[in-house]
C-alpha cells in the first residue's frame, strides 16, 4: 500500500520543494515561522497527502476533538501534506508539511523521492535552527548540512566530524542524493537565551538564504518588523542586568574574533562547557510573552 496520495493532477515547472516537518529541534521556531511566512504569501493546495495511519503516533501526536455545548462535532487528525503554490514572482514551490513522522522513515523517503522526481523538483531545502552561542546583537548565521562539499560552502558549514542525532531530514538528504536531486538543510543559529521563544530574525535570515538559492521572491516585510519588535525588547531587559550585559559582551567579541572572510564556522554550535548563563533573561522574556499573549 502506497504511502503517498495523490490530490490532484497539476503539471509543475521545476518546483523547488521547501520541508518544514514539524518534531525536530528548531530553536526559536526559525524554521516554523519561515514556513508559515512561505504558507501565507500565498495559496497553497494539497497535491500528496501521506498516510498518517501508518506514519504517526497518534498517542504522541493526538488529534483534536471540537465540542460545542457537550456535543462531539469534530476530530482533527495530524496530516503529512505535500503542498503546491507560487511564490510572489510566479516560480512553483512545494512545501512539505505536518508532524514529522514516527514510523517507517525509510519508506517515506522513497515514497517522497519518488513524488519529487515525478512532479520535476530541482531542489531540496529543509528550514530548522539550533541553539548557538551568539549574541543577538549580530545578524543570525545560517549553516548547512548538505549533499556535497559545494553546496555547504555555498552557505557555509561548522568544520569536523560531529555524530548528534538525526531528524527525518537528514534520511531526506540522503534519499535525494541517492535520487539525484540537489537538498541540503539551512540551519539558523539562534542565541541560547532566545531559544526557547520566537525568534524572528532567525526566520528572516532563513528566508533571505532559501530565496537566494532556490531562485524564489519571498515577502518578509512582516517578519523584519517583528525582528525589529523582538530586538527591542530583548535591548530593553538585558540593559536591566549588568551580567546579563557583560554575557552579551562577551559573545559579542567571540563572534567578532572569527574570520568574516569564510563560511567555516569555527566553534561548535553549543559550547555547554563554557556557555554563559542565560537562564534569566530566557526566564524573563517568557514571562513578557505570557502577559503580552493574557493582554491580547
Not at 495559496?43 to 457537550?70: H, N, W, Y
Request: aromatic share 6%.
Amino acid at each position: 500500500m502506497s504511502l503517498a496520495r495523490r490530490e490532484l493532477d497539476v503539471t509543475l515547472d521545476r518546483p523547488l520543494l521547501v520541508m518544514g516537518l514539524e518534531g525536530w529541534v528548531d530553536a526559536g521556531l526559525a524554521g516554523g515561522n519561515a514556513l508559515a511566512a512561505l504558507l501565507g504569501s500565498t495559496r497553497t493546495e494539497p497535491i500528496f497527502t501521506f498516510d498518517a495511519d501508518q506514519l504517526v503516533d497518534q498517542r504522541s501526536r493526538r488529534p483534536t476533538q471540537k465540542i460545542v455545548d457537550g456535543v462531539l462535532e469534530s476530530v482533527t487528525w495530524p496530516e503529512i501534506q505535500l503542498r503546491y503554490g507560487a511564490d510572489n514572482a510566479g516560480n512553483d514551490i512545494l512545501l512539505l508539511v505536518g508532524p514529522e513522522p514516527d514510523y517507517r522513515w525509510r519508506e517515506f523517503t522513497k515514497e517522497l523521492v519518488r513524488v519529487s522526481g515525478e512532479l520535476g523538483v530541482r531542489m531540496a531545502i529543509g528550514l530548522g535552527g539550533f541553539p548557538a552561542p551568539m549574541p543577538h546583537t549580530r545578524p543570525t548565521r545560517i549553516i548547512a548540512t548538505a549533499i556535497d562539499q559545494v553546496l555547504a560552502n555555498d552557505v557555509g558549514f561548522i568544520p569536523g566530524v560531529r555524530e548528534v542525532p538525526a531528524g527525518i531530514h537528514a534520511s531526506l538528504l540522503k534519499g535525494f542524493e541517492e535520487g539525484g536531486i540537489q537538498a541540503l538543510s539551512l540551519w539558523a543559529m539562534v542565541p541560547h537565551y532566545v531559544s526557547g521563544m520566537p525568534y524572528p530574525q532567525a526566520s528572516v535570515r532563513l528566508l533571505d538564504q532559501l530565496s537566494r538559492l532556490g531562485g524564489l521572491t519571498v515577502d518578509v516585510t512582516e517578519l523584519r518588523a517583528a525582528a525589529d519588535v523582538t530586538r527591542e525588547r530583548i535591548d530593553g531587559l538585558i540593559a536591566q542586568n549588568p551580567e546579563h550585559v557583560a554575557m552579551v559582551a562577551g559573545l559579542e567579541q567571540q563572534h567578532d574574533s572569527e574570520s568574516t572572510s569564510s563560511n567555516i564556522i569555527d566553534h561548535p554550535p553549543l559550547d555547554v562547557d563554557n556557555l554563559p548563563s542565560g537562564d534569566e533573561i530566557a526566564a524573563e522574556l517568557q514571562r513578557f510573552l505570557r502577559e503580552e499573549g493574557q493582554q491580547g
